[in-house]
């Protein structure tokens, strides 16, 4: 077979390699770490509410998301400025030539891979933003308000960040960088998930003071497979297979690590003892601290980013949310903490340690400033357009599940739970002595 001269063969690999970690980490990666980590009769809920937003960010984004994102600006209020250069024009990339042709950003420019390797890759990305958004409003948010809010969340706040900053928009001019996602993905999420949680309104009592996760081996598992799937996060971001992406992997690791490491001694330091779910707190808060730096910084940048991130997020957690507005808000898994803070944190920091013998971003006064406006601009325009789209969606069907509803948990959304309670199909053969079939369906039934 002939490839077309602009294909790299190993750039493909690797883009579809990447662009795969990123999805595992979604699915199955976050499902199964909101399983876990949720009470067992939100466990199916948790896991059916990730698994629907990752197919309905799907197809919005071939119908039309990818090219608001990432396609010509559109130019109906400007032709200049930021309101000429804050969003693309929407379209589908479905036909044979958005598949087959070169992937190309037109405010960017273009790839050795294919422009379906381009849509899908970016779709990962996407697809996650709300589903750690989601974090935030597990226990009580309605099934069927999480569906079309997604889809309007997606369209509206995610590809107009999205383009800013990724696709050749306003901020990019201006030289604000974000490497994969510390503000199109993190604070974005963490910023609308505390908005949607106090619209939303908190979970039942009982909830909040029990909060026990049903299941710790599958948040290991989960948090595991965010560790190793956000290679593919940070290393496929340079569109190509050469150093940047091999030093973006190295730091990746390198600042999760320390932030891991980091946040246990901070345990112990406030006579804490290190817990598993407070251990992946820390190693989320490196990997989304190093996001937006990872291929800019050198290694002592990486240290430095993974252990000040891991502090102030640990403060934070602990301490700022006991005071108003923190307090007032049941932010389920504490994701303005884990990816709000971390977000911001990372995104400022790459301001001031950017290298510029690792990529062309030179770190000072200049690109700090541009990082803190691009900032604000995320933190006001993700909350506000958050809480408009979920008053609208409420006009429409409650925003919130029923007491009752909440009550009963997984059997009144979806008629099954995660641990059955009880085996009423269990079919016996006759003959067998009542007291052996006690202990048969006492053993069949999983502890709990």
Known sequence: MVYPHWLSPGANSWQLTA?????????????????????????????????????????EWVFYGYKMGFGNPWHGVSHSGFFGNFIGQ??????????QAQGNIPLVGKTGFPQSSLVYFQFV???ITPILMLGSVLGRVNFKAWIPFVVLWGSCVYTINAFLLWGGGYFAQKGAV?????YVIHLSAGVSGFVAAWVIGPRLARDREIDAPNNLAMVAVGAGLLWLGWNGFNGGDPYNVGTQASAAVLNTNLATAVAFLVWVGCDYATKRKPSLLGSVNGMIVGLVAITPAAGY????????????????????????????????????????????????????LTGLLADSAMAPVVG????????????????????????????????????RMSD????????????????????????????????????????AAPAT
């Open 19 to 59: 662009a795969t970690l990123v999805g595992l980490m979604s699915v199955p990666g976050l499902v199964v770490l909101y399983g876990g980590v949720m009470q067992k009769r939100w466990s199916v809920n948790s896991m059916m509410l990730a698994f629907i937003a990752f197919a309905l960010v799907l197809v």
């Open 90 to 99: 929407p379209g589908q990339v479905l036909d044979h030539k958005s598949l």
């Open 125 to 127: 990305f996407a697809a």
């Open 178 to 182: 974000d490497f994969s996602g510390g």
């Open 297 to 348: 910084v050198n290694g002592f940048g990486a240290i430095a980013i993974g252990a000040a991130a891991s502090v102030l997020v640990y403060i934070a957690y602990n301490y700022l949310a006991r005071l108003r507005p923190f307090r007032s808000v049941d932010d389920t898994l504490g994701v303005v903490y884990t990816h709000g803070f971390a977000g911001l944190f990372g995104g400022l």
């Open 364 to 399: 000072g006064l200049h690109l700090l400033k541009w990082q803190a406006l691009a900032a604000i601009w995320v933190i006001i325009f993700s909350g506000v357009a958050t809480f408009i789209l979920l008053k609208f969606v409420g006009l429409f069907v409650p925003l």
């Open 404 to 443: 009752a509803d909440m009550e009963m948990g997984d059997l009144a959304v979806h008629g099954h739970e995660v641990y059955p309670s009880d085996i009423p199909s269990l079919a016996f053969p006759s003959g067998i002595p009542a007291g052996a079939l006690a202990t048969i369906t006492s053993e």
